[in-house]
């Protein structure tokens, strides 16, 4: 397998023999509240979720204040004390926690909580002066969001850490809240991982989890879902976030399309060949057949039979056709070659 082609977070490698890589992505959901981030990845840890994503900006460094964005993180960003709370609390459950950053005083922050990855959001894949300033200062695999780019700028990015060495993934994402499902693209999920050669994910904004299985069809080794562990209006995402009973179905059901996919191999399942004995039709005679007769389409067809005697396949029917019995024959019998 290509190394290129395999990605670890903490102790979980991704790569295109995993299972799904599923993220439950928090963002600014709680409200700048350290207890609803706590309840909100404890919820996520209960669904199956391998990982919990936070969004930290340094709101002056990132948006003018006539922005929605500014006007948001001013009112619900979590303070240093309260992340690094958190980031204790996911230590103690097992749970990966990692966060979206904006803002070069951002970059510092990430560093001290000493995250296993670094998300760039889809609004940031274009910045390459951002993407030099965190690759430089932390070396850490990166996850990159791709809405909204085109191809000639995803490589610009990916080039950057190519240079320094720094293992990445990309994520098919479309950067619409909610996204239509014309706007989605999926299929080019398997060109960006031909083009990249790197193992490809999905961040959805869509409101079921329609998508975020299709992708996995697709190939998506990594699932990104906004979530929220109630209706809150006010909560930014809140909208395209699913509940927690929605994200435990996708989780399971993204498990059974994992069983179902299998390998590019083409092989009966195990208990389809015990059937074969059942199911595939074999040479039976129809009535019974007198020694030095000849075999014909009215004495002999191509019957399913429960018994477990080996039999000849459709492909033999031919060669009995104008031959003669080689013996006296019962009606029903199963025949194979000596019977000529």
């Keep these: 397998m290509n190394k290129k082609k395999i990605f670890k977070i903490n102790n ?15 963002g600014i959901n709680h409200l700048g509240d350290k ?4 309840r909100q990845i404890n919820s996520a840890i209960k669904c199956g979720a391998d990982a919990v994503k ?7 460094e990132s948006y003018s204040k006539d922005t929605p964005s500014y006007r948001i993180f ?3 960003s979590l303070n240093l004390g309260d992340l690094i709370k958190i980031n204790n609390h996911c230590k103690k459950k097992n749970i990966t926690i990692f966060a979206t950053p904006s803002g070069k005083s951002v970059i510092k922050i990430v560093k001290k909580l000493k995250y296993p990855a670094v998300k760039i959001s889809s609004s940031l894949l274009n910045n390459v002066y951002f993407i030099n300033q965190i690759s ?3 070396k850490k695999p990166f996850i990159l969001s791709c809405g909204m780019a085109f191809e000639k700028e995803i490589r610009e990015t990916v080039n950057i850490l190519k ?6 993934i990309l994520l098919k994402c479309t950067s619409l809240y909610p996204a239509r499902d014309k706007s989605l693209n999926l ?7 031909k083009k990249f050669d790197c193992i490809v994910g999905y961040s959805d904004h869509t409101k079921d989890n329609l998508a975020c299985l299709s992708a996995v069809s697709m190939g998506a080794k990594v699932i990104e879902k906004h979530f929220n562990i109630e209706k809150n209006t006010k909560a930014p995402d809140d909208k395209i976030s699913a509940k927690p009973k929605q994200f435990s179905r996708l989780i399971s059901d993204i498990r059974r399309i994992e069983e179902m996919t299998g ?13 074969r004995k059942f199911n595939h039709r074999k040479i039976v005679s129809k009535k019974k057949i007198l020694l030095g007769q000849e075999f014909n389409e009215d004495n002999i067809g191509l019957l399913r039979s429960k018994k477990l005697i080996e039999g000849l396949s459709a492909k033999f029917f031919n060669r009995f056709l104008n031959q003669k019995s080689s013996r006296n024959i019962k009606k029903n019998t199963i025949l194979n070659l000596k019977h000529i």
Excluded at 35 to 38: E, S, Y
Excluded at 54 to 60: G, R, S
């Design 187 to 193: 299929y080019s999920i398997k060109t960006l991982e």
């Design 35 to 38: 207890n609803i981030c706590i």
């Design 74 to 76: 001013k009112k619900y």
């Design 12 to 26: 979980k490698i991704i790569n295109n023999k995993s299972k799904t890589y599923i993220i439950a992505e928090i």
């Design 163 to 168: 240079v320094k060495k720094i293992p990445f």
């Design 54 to 60: 936070l969004q930290i900006a340094d709101y002056e």
């Design 263 to 275: 390998s590019p191999t083409i092989y009966p399942d195990k208990d389809e060949i015990v059937l």
């Design 136 to 138: 430089s200062t932390i």
